[in-house]
């Protein structure tokens, strides 16, 4: 559909994220690298849920990994917005900026229930997509020793433990996209904060999922003064995207959490 009519917007939604598994050697051959093997450009939209949410390996992970393993040549777009009007701006901007390419989103489906998660009338019909979001609470600049990056449903846990233990130097920033990585507006970011010696990602997904095995490589290149002693903040290496029991996943994120201001 996508390809055989490029003037509409056709969005493909997994019920869980890891749905897509089976259709792996199709992303592969046609999504991921269309028009460098085939010439073929497309706009499709892939919708993926994803977050750790107590349900189990399997209604986990859409395994952000492996679609950023795929990124290259500006392939896709891959981004995991944090509010409504940044997600409805991803996809108009997608829809008419004329880049011919798919669009992947991870869309944690605890956000939909969140009353955190709201954005008012004007960031709709004013605004505009924001591939990284600063800290909103304005921490000065000055005062800031750790900057923590995250994306997703986490930055609302971070941030309610942020203001439940009062921090005044730590501040939270959302990548949300993954790639193209941002680089001028982390730039930019990093220039606002000129005493954050204390440079952290922060993760749901194990350390060797998610999207730390690719920014855990790429910023350090990119930003080398300030980020080659960038830490992780994540569960621990596991087979499996998330474990089965409920009472185990509270610990983890718990951890995670926490974790993110030790």
Request: with cysteine; glycine share 8%; proline share 7%.
């Amino acid at each position: 559909y996508s390809v055989g009519n490029p003037q509409s917007l056709v969005l493909w939604e997994a019920q869980f994220g890891d749905f897509f598994n089976g259709a792996q050697s199709i992303i592969d051959e046609f999504i991921s690298s269309g028009e460098a093997k085939w010439g073929q450009r497309s706009d499709v939209v892939m919708l993926l849920p994803h977050g750790h949410e107590g349900q189990g390996p399997d209604h986990s992970s859409a395994r952000i990994e492996r679609w950023l393993q795929l990124c290259a040549e500006g392939s896709m777009t891959v981004a995991m917005p944090s509010t409504p009007a940044n997600y409805f701006h991803l996809l108009r901007r997608h829809a008419l900026d004329g880049i011919h390419r798919p669009l992947v989103v991870f869309t944690p489906k605890a956000m939909l229930r969140m009353k955190a998660v709201t954005s008012r009338v004007e960031a709709f019909t004013e605004g505009k997509f924001a591939s990284v979001i600063d800290d909103p609470t304005q921490p000065d600049p000055e005062s800031v020793r750790r900057l923590v990056f995250c994306s997703g449903k986490l930055y609302y846990e971070l941030a309610a433990e942020k203001e439940r233990q009062g921090y005044t130097d730590t501040a939270l920033v959302r990548l949300e996209q993954l790639y193209p990585l941002p680089h001028r507006k982390l730039g930019a970011v990093l220039e606002r904060y000129p005493n954050a010696t204390d440079i952290r990602w922060a993760q749901e997904e194990p350390a060797n999922q998610g999207a730390w095995p690719f920014l855990g490589l790429h910023l350090p290149e990119l930003f080398p003064e300030r980020m080659s002693g960038l830490r992780r903040v994540s569960r621990r290496h596991m087979a499996a995207p998330a474990t089965g029991l409920a009472k185990v996943h509270e610990v983890e994120q718990a951890e995670v959490v926490q974790g993110a201001f030790a």
